[in-house]
């Protein structure tokens, strides 16, 4: 599961370098759900990853919000969260964002 958990953040940074929309890797041998999650202004768009296998639990949220004023239109806001659960308790986070290319 450490695997997947480095495997997921290394893909967030390339793609916050490129300031492209979130998706996962290719997950192999563990169970993914995703769940679209409600969204309050500014938040335009908010899902949640669970990855799990016998070797722990990975949380991954990921949300788009609105950065734009009235009379300014800015790039949208992104922003991940990864939270990884081991079984022995071992516990790590990351979190980065970016901003849509315009």
Do not use: H
């Not at 490129?18 to 679209?36: C, G, R, W």
């Not at 409600?38 to 016998?54: D, G, H, S």
């Not at 081991?86 to 315009?102: A, F, L, P, V």
Request: aromatic content about 8%; overall charge negative.
């Amino acid at each position: 599961m450490k695997e997947i958990y480095n495997q997921i953040i290394e893909n967030t940074k390339k793609i916050a370098a490129n300031q492209d929309s979130f998706s996962l890797p290719q997950i192999n041998n563990a169970t993914v759900i995703s769940q679209e999650l409600e969204t309050i202004a500014p938040i335009l768009f908010k899902e949640k990853f669970i990855i799990e296998n016998n070797d722990g639990k990975i949380e991954v949220t990921y949300e788009s919000k609105d950065k734009c004023r009235v009379s300014q239109i800015n790039p949208d806001w992104n922003r991940v969260e990864v939270l990884y659960l081991g079984t022995n308790g071992d516990r790590e986070s990351y979190t980065d964002g970016w901003s849509d290319k315009i």
